[in-house]
């Protein structure tokens, strides 16, 4: 067993697994755990110590990305070489080991472009058996459009893990199959249209991407601030809205998740002011901390919530396709004024295979594997964030989902940070248009994506940002 004789020092402020993780370290850097030595289970550890088996879960998480262990199948943890071994994250005090090189103005080394995503776990060879087999049993159904709703089996499979994953109550039926989140909010903007509302709520900040939609499609929008548990209900009252649109389990950008408390508070403004919730759950697939809350659709007896997602944050963004869940009122004006002769946009060879991938149990495999996978990274980003940056940088929203806001406390505005760290070879990016005036936005802050890169290049591009800022 680990000596951990005067580990825990709750009053330093330091998490638990953060202080078993250094300890751990520090006893294979001095060589008390030898190569090759397994570590005690979770379950062991976690009751030997009397803490819980999340925080040396997260502990182990953290020693697993930074390569100080492996994991063998079916077997356990075991301290690497450190002889042999490169570590895929180092931290300050060994970084001069690192060769990076310095590119020139023009060449982007490391892109933290939020919306990439892991192409090296998907699973392509199952989804290529499994596009084969829709082609040979579906040949003739793939020569005609389809139904311009969705697949009926597709919708089925959504539906079902809608209603396991996120509590979502609804039919098939109400199930709408699109190209992209951003298509759908177009031919909702025209539901809300003909049902006589010309304007809308929407947090600010924001998603840029649905409030250019809606602005496209005559609507006006009411920018409502946040407050610390996210929308400002008391500032939705006061607007003339009957419609908001929201991000409540991952509030896009800042990240923060609203308590079922105002969740409630929210389905009540929706009952009293009869007006209209569109829930967009992006990327409730990735949550680190917590537990998840029920979505607002699920809480809803009223039938007033719209729900939205995507399968692009998951799968693969190129396969554009999400879905919309309707309530029965704006179902039955779909229907009245003739979107169902609206054809479907998404290719029905895809929607078949999509199909028979949820069917088989390969979705909710894939998204298991990729909520590891995104944890790791986004431990790998935080934790060297931390080490490097120190109290020059305060991240924010770093429990959910595939990307941080990170403000710089070294005097630069936006532009100047991305402009230095472009002459370091990293691309980030602005978080200025996610405001309705990009006056009112955080000046020092930009938003860094890590789904695309690779543990190895997260440090590298986390060091190329502190050379660029703070050298």
Same mark, same amino acid.
């Given at each position: @067993? +680990?000596?951990?004789?005067?580990?825990?020092?709750? #009053?330093?402020?330091?998490?638990?697994?953060?202080?078993l993780?250094?300890h751990? &370290?520090?006893?294979?850097?001095?060589?008390?755990?030898?190569?090759?030595?397994?570590? *005690?289970?979770?379950?062991?550890?976690?009751?030997?110590?009397?803490?819980?088996?999340?925080?040396?879960?997260l502990?182990?998480?953290?020693?697993l990305?930074?390569?100080?262990?492996?994991?063998? *199948?079916?077997?356990?943890?075991?301290?690497?070489?450190?002889?042999?071994?490169?570590?895929p994250?180092?931290?300050l005090?060994?970084?001069?080991?690192?060769n990076?090189?310095?590119? #020139?103005?023009?060449?982007?080394?490391?892109?933290?472009?939020?919306? %990439?995503?892991?192409?090296?776990?998907?699973?392509?060879?199952t989804?290529r058996?499994l596009?084969n087999?829709?082609?040979?049993?579906?040949?003739?159904?793939?020569?005609?459009?389809?139904?311009?709703?969705?697949?009926?089996?597709?919708?089925? !499979?959504?539906? #079902?893990?809608?209603?396991?994953?996120?509590g979502?109550?609804?039919? *098939?039926?109400?199930?709408?199959?699109?190209?992209?989140?951003?298509?759908?909010?177009?031919?909702? /903007?025209?539901?809300?249209?003909?049902?006589?509302?010309?304007?809308?709520?929407?947090?600010? =900040?924001?998603? %840029?991407?649905?409030?250019?939609?809606?602005?496209?499609?005559g609507?006006?929008i009411?920018?409502?601030?946040?407050?610390?548990?996210?929308?400002n209900?008391?500032k939705?009252?006061?607007?003339?809205?009957?419609?908001?649109y929201?991000?409540? /389990?991952?509030?896009?950008?800042y990240?923060?998740?609203m308590?079922?408390?105002?969740? @409630?508070?929210?389905l &009540?403004?929706?009952?009293?002011e009869?007006? +209209?919730?569109?829930?967009?759950?992006?990327? /409730? !697939?990735?949550?680190?901390?917590? &537990?998840?809350? =029920?979505?607002?659709?699920?809480?809803? $007896?009223?039938?007033?919530?719209?729900?939205?997602? $995507?399968?692009?944050?998951?799968?693969?963004p190129?396969?554009r396709?999400?879905?919309?869940?309707? *309530?029965?009122?704006?179902?039955?004006?779909?229907?009245?004024?003739?979107?169902?002769?609206?054809?479907?946009?998404?290719?029905?060879?895809?929607?078949k295979?999509? !199909?028979?991938?949820?069917?088989?149990?390969?979705?909710?495999?894939?998204?298991?594997?990729?909520?590891?996978?995104?944890r790791? &990274?986004?431990?790998?980003?935080?934790?060297?964030?931390?080490?490097?940056?120190?109290?020059?940088?305060?991240?924010?929203?770093?429990?959910?989902?595939?990307?941080?806001?990170?403000r710089?406390?070294?005097?630069?505005?936006?532009?100047?940070?991305?402009?230095?760290?472009?002459s370091?070879g $990293?691309?980030?990016?602005?978080?200025?248009?996610?405001?309705?005036?990009?006056?009112?936005?955080?000046? /020092?802050?930009?938003?860094?994506?890590?789904?695309?890169?690779?543990?190895e290049? +997260?440090?590298?591009?986390?060091?190329?940002?502190?050379?660029?800022?703070?050298?």
């Amino acid at each position: @067993m +680990i000596d951990m004789t005067v580990l825990f020092n709750e #009053n330093d402020g330091e998490s638990l697994y953060s202080q078993l993780y250094q300890h751990i &370290k520090k006893e294979i850097l001095n060589g008390k755990l030898a190569a090759k030595t397994r570590l *005690p289970s979770i379950r062991s550890l976690s009751s030997h110590l009397h803490i819980s088996r999340n925080t040396v879960d997260l502990a182990y998480q953290q020693l697993l990305a930074e390569g100080y262990v492996q994991s063998r *199948p079916r077997s356990g943890l075991y301290v690497n070489d450190l002889e042999l071994e490169t570590l895929p994250l180092l931290h300050l005090n060994n970084m001069t080991s690192l060769n990076i090189d310095v590119p #020139n103005s023009t060449s982007i080394h490391y892109d933290f472009r939020y919306g %990439d995503i892991d192409a090296d776990h998907f699973p392509f060879a199952t989804w290529r058996k499994l596009s084969n087999q829709s082609l040979h049993q579906n040949q003739l159904e793939l020569c005609s459009y389809g139904d311009p709703l969705g697949e009926p089996g597709l919708r089925l !499979e959504i539906a #079902n893990y809608l209603h396991s994953s996120r509590g979502v109550n609804c039919s *098939p039926d109400q199930i709408m199959v699109g190209a992209g989140i951003q298509y759908l909010l177009g031919v909702l /903007s025209g539901l809300l249209g003909a049902n006589n509302n010309d304007s809308i709520a929407m947090e600010d =900040p924001g998603y %840029d991407g649905a409030r250019t939609i809606f602005q496209h499609n005559g609507l006006k929008i009411h920018p409502i601030p946040l407050d610390d548990d996210g929308l400002n209900l008391h500032k939705l009252y006061d607007s003339t809205s009957r419609i908001v649109y929201i991000t409540p /389990s991952h509030q896009f950008p800042y990240g923060m998740v609203m308590p079922l408390a105002k969740r @409630m508070q929210l389905l &009540k403004w929706a009952k009293d002011e009869n007006g +209209i919730i569109i829930e967009d759950d992006y990327d /409730s !697939e990735f949550r680190y901390v917590g &537990k998840p809350i =029920p979505s607002l659709q699920g809480l809803d $007896t009223s039938r007033r919530t719209v729900y939205l997602g $995507t399968f692009s944050k998951c799968l693969l963004p190129s396969l554009r396709i999400a879905y919309m869940v309707l *309530p029965p009122a704006l179902l039955d004006i779909h229907s009245k004024i003739g979107y169902q002769l609206y054809d479907q946009t998404v290719s029905r060879f895809h929607q078949k295979t999509l !199909e028979m991938f949820m069917r088989n149990g390969h979705w909710e495999a894939h998204i298991r594997k990729m909520r590891n996978v995104y944890r790791q &990274k986004q431990t790998t980003l935080v934790s060297n964030i931390q080490t490097m940056f120190g109290s020059k940088a305060t991240i924010i929203g770093q429990d959910a989902g595939l990307h941080i806001l990170l403000r710089v406390h070294n005097g630069m505005d936006e532009n100047t940070l991305i402009q230095t760290a472009e002459s370091e070879g $990293t691309r980030v990016y602005p978080v200025s248009q996610f405001w309705a005036q990009r006056t009112a936005a955080e000046s /020092s802050m930009v938003q860094i994506g890590f789904g695309g890169l690779n543990n190895e290049d +997260i440090v590298k591009g986390v060091l190329c940002l502190q050379r660029a800022w703070f050298s």
